[in-house]
């Protein structure tokens, strides 16, 4: 069974740093990219970050290149994001996902809330 | 990058009707398309792909069809459990974008 176990969300201030972590296990790690996506209190589902299965292909929205870095420990099956100089629009439940196929999302965590505020 | 819009933005439907979503692209996406259902307090969950075909365990009463810039989520006879807001998702080029989402509401 694929189980992704984000952890590591909570409270920051504007400007901060946080690091997001996903736990993955129920199938071959290394051979899926994985992702990124977050969702805003209420509203919907915008697209953050892709790793490639190696991790030597990452890909960024706009809204987080630069401040936010993606990567991925095949040997613990982890994935992580890196969050720098939060803003408050980054506050969101973040949500890390398998990708199969074109870029499709097949497996989702439960989420991991990021809340920027002073 | 590709905008997705999708309408309505709320649906209506008594149990046991049929539900048609709409989704469209500002550009082309071929049929890189996929569809999500997120029920209330749950993480979005996979339906369909490549436009047209329906996810391993995905009940049959859930149909997509388009091509192009005009997809169309169909689901055939409303259950409970259907009630939920659906997304789509164009996977044709970076960024990956979503819709803004329909909720499908008991009539």
């Known amino acids: 069974e694929v189980q992704l176990l984000e952890s590591g969300g909570g409270l920051v201030q504007p400007g901060g740093s946080l690091r997001l972590s996903c736990a993955a296990s129920?199938?071959?790690?290394?051979?899926?990219?994985m992702s990124w996506v977050r969702q805003t209190p209420g509203k919907g589902l915008e697209w953050v970050s892709t790793?490639?299965?190696?991790?030597?292909?990452?890909f960024y929205a706009d809204s987080v290149k630069g401040r936010f870095i993606i990567s991925r420990d095949n040997s613990k099956n982890a994935l992580y994001l890196q969050m720098n100089s939060l803003r408050a629009e980054d506050t969101a439940v973040y949500y890390c996902a398998k990708v199969w196929g074109g870029n499709y999302f097949d497996y989702w965590g439960q989420g991991a809330l990021v809340t920027v505020s002073s | 990058e590709i905008v997705m819009t999708q309408s309505p933005a709320t649906l209506s439907v008594s149990p046991g009707e049929r539900a048609t979503l709409s989704c469209r692209a500002s550009?082309?996406?071929?049929?890189?398309l996929a569809w999500y259902q997120q029920r209330p307090g749950q993480a979005p969950r996979l339906l369909i792909s490549?436009?047209?075909a329906r996810v391993t365990g995905i009940p049959a009463r859930f149909s997509g069809s388009g091509s192009g810039t005009e997809f169309t989520l169909t689901i055939s006879s409303l259950q409970s459990e259907d009630f939920a807001v659906y997304y789509c998702q164009q996977s044709y080029n970076w960024p990956l974008t979503f819709g803004g989402g329909t909720k499908v509401e008991i009539k």
């Open positions: 550009q082309s996406v071929s049929s890189n």
């Open positions: 490549g436009a047209s």
């Open positions: 129920g199938f071959t790690f290394t051979n899926y990219a």
């Open positions: 790793v490639s299965g190696d991790g030597g292909r990452t």
